[in-house]
């Protein structure tokens, strides 16, 4: 029994000792194995990014596509460069550029963050095989803009990196965006941002301390795909557009043409422009300072931004009103009465013949009537009691806003400015309550003074008058992704508050303009009829600006434009000849007229 008990106790402690053995096993050989193998592999998050969209013109025509770039990442945690000057050589940077950039990313955290950004296919190509002898350093793959045509790229905008400042804006940027992501900044790459974008992937995988991928983390469980961002047609027209760039070679202004019909922009130039590709990849930050500080501003849309007068353009506009107030018809005459307001000479003019001929006096008295709702009751400009005007002036503005003048057409663009009607209050807090008479106002009347305008917003306008009274929000974008689906704002008619028989006789002026007015036949083109008005645009910081406003055909009308050629004198010289230009070759698809064309290529404004 003894020795039964002894051999049990002995088991025991036999037992117990292995038991210690093997845990102590476990702790020193084991689990250090399994410590030394997390320590040499690491799961990896790699970012996949998407296929932007693509733009493509009215016709199919390709006009801004994806071109791949590598940004150079280091995982400060996990660098080990042996010869500094080898891995310079090795990326073709110099020792000062080294330091900058490894003290840049070293004070940004301790994330893997990017060394080197946007290195080119090329480039990358003669590096990647060499990237395993730098343990911390890998690639991670991007998309970037290119353009394969040097047109169109004030409305086309372009992208770049991401601010701090954007990363905070709104939930949905800072939802979806990191540090060091692309975005679109302007034209219609910021606008259509959360189509073109798509969505951003992620893959996992394992990784050793050298940064060799190992195989997907579980099989690819936890990976995500990428989705493409959607493609976009846009309303322009590429050949007219590359045209229109042409003739407003070496001038300051812009041309916007509308398909009065749908509102789709068929043209948006703005001069001077730049190439698109000097601001993708890694031109970006070479080019956007010069760009920038260039005094003839080739980053600033004139087109969506720029507010001028709108001269005589403007009397369309004055007529139509003064038919819906009652206070002239058809047959109403005013003698050509200089002392009034300046013009040039002409016979005694009806309605439609002060369109054609382009009568300032006509129009001082046709404003001077709206302002005071016809209440005129001596040749001295006496008004009868409690026809102050302001009803008057108020019922004319609303008249414009109808117009969609004073505020922003809605295009789909970012930075449009919305122009200039000025309000009763601006009168009352220039003169004083009360105090303003016609005396301070008439030179709206002709389209001076206080009103502005942007070429965009007169292009509208010639397509209302086009239409009889209705439009369309002008926009670039026809259709989005695989169904070329347009956005319902754009699919919305909005009227005007004039009625639609009253734009006939205005209609028929503006084709007398062309034939036998203000023109002086520079718009007059074989087997179509186009119905314009002219303007000079008075300009406080020098010469005049040169502005026309037309649209053709006559009946059922295709297109409607506006040109405005700064400090280039009158309406009927320059801006005319250039629209008539654009709409023969929209229309017919071919020049008309060398001996004008060569004029207007050869002539330049810029100072």
């Given at each position: ?31 250090s194995d399994y410590k030394i193998k997390a320590e040499s592999n690491a799961i990896r998050s790699i970012k996949i990014y ?542 008309l007229r060398p001996s004008t064309e060569k004029m207007v290529i050869e002539k330049s404004f810029i100072n």
């Amino acid at each position: 029994m003894n020795d039964s008990r002894k051999w049990i106790i002995l088991g025991l402690f036999t037992a117990t000792g292995l038991t210690f053995l093997i845990k102590l096993f476990m702790i020193q050989v084991l689990v250090s194995d399994y410590k030394i193998k997390a320590e040499s592999n690491a799961i990896r998050s790699i970012k996949i990014y998407p296929h932007r969209g693509l733009i493509y013109d009215r016709k199919g025509k390709l006009l801004a596509f994806n071109t791949p770039v590598y940004d150079l990442m280091v995982d400060l945690k996990k660098v080990k460069i042996k010869d500094t000057l080898a891995f310079c050589n090795f990326l073709s940077i110099t020792k000062a550029q080294f330091d900058k950039n490894m003290k840049r990313v070293k004070v940004r955290g301790k994330q893997p963050k990017a060394f080197l950004k946007q290195i080119s296919r090329k480039d990358f190509a003669k590096i990647q095989d060499k990237l395993i002898d730098y343990p911390g350093f890998y690639a991670e793959s991007k998309i970037v803009r290119a353009y394969p045509h040097k047109s169109l790229a004030n409305a086309l905008g372009y992208i770049g990196e991401i601010s701090k400042k954007q990363l905070k804006k709104e939930k949905d940027t800072a939802n979806y965006y990191q540090q060091g992501d692309y975005i679109g900044i302007s034209g219609l790459e910021a606008a259509y941002e959360k189509y073109l974008r798509g969505r951003r992937g992620v893959k996992m995988v394992y990784e050793d301390a050298r940064g060799n991928k190992k195989g997907a983390y579980k099989g690819g469980k936890y990976d995500t795909a990428s989705v493409a961002g959607k493609d976009l047609v846009s309303s322009i027209d590429l050949a007219l557009q590359k045209y229109g760039e042409q003739l407003m070679r070496n001038k300051r202004g812009a041309i916007v043409a509308i398909e009065p019909a749908t509102g789709e922009v068929l043209t948006m130039i703005s001069a001077p422009s730049y190439d698109p590709n000097l601001l993708t990849g890694r031109e970006f930050s070479k080019n956007f300072g010069p760009l920038l500080l260039n005094k003839t501003k080739p980053l600033y849309n004139r087109a969506i931004r720029s507010k001028y007068p709108p001269g005589s353009t403007f009397k369309t506009v004055q007529a139509l009103i003064g038919q819906e107030e009652n206070v002239i018809s058809s047959q109403t005459v005013f003698p050509c009465n200089k002392s009034l307001v300046k013009c040039h000479w002409h016979p005694t003019v009806d309605l439609q013949r002060s369109i054609q001929h382009s009568c300032n006096p006509y129009y001082f008295n046709v404003f001077r009537r709206i302002i005071y709702q016809n209440k005129l009751v001596d040749s001295t400009g006496g008004v009868s009691k409690g026809s102050d005007g302001k009803i008057g002036y108020e019922k004319w503005r609303q008249h414009l806003l109808s117009f969609g003048l004073g505020a922003k057409t809605g295009i789909d663009l970012n930075n449009e400015k919305g122009g200039n009607v000025p309000s009763l209050s601006f009168y009352n807090r220039k003169f004083g309550e009360g105090k303003w008479k016609f005396s301070n106002i008439y030179s709206l009347s002709i389209g001076q003074g206080e009103l502005g305008v942007t070429p965009l917003q007169m292009a509208n306008i010639s397509a209302i008058i086009a239409n009889r009274g209705y439009y369309y929000t002008p926009h670039l974008i026809k259709g989005i992704g695989k169904n070329k689906k347009k956005l319902p704002e754009f699919t919305k008619r909005h009227k005007v508050t004039i009625d639609p028989q009253y734009f006939k006789l205005i209609i028929d002026g503006m084709e007398g303009a062309v034939k036998a007015g203000t023109v002086a036949g520079y718009a007059i083109m074989p087997d179509i009829t186009i119905c314009g008005k002219t303007g000079t645009a008075q300009n406080p910081h020098g010469e005049d600006h040169s502005v026309f406003i037309a649209f053709a055909p006559k009946e059922n009308p295709k297109i409607a434009i506006a040109v405005y050629v700064e400090n280039a004198g009158f309406g009927g010289t320059w801006a005319a000849p250039i629209a008539t230009l654009m709409i023969a070759r929209y229309l017919k698809g071919k020049t008309l007229r060398p001996s004008t064309e060569k004029m207007v290529i050869e002539k330049s404004f810029i100072n």
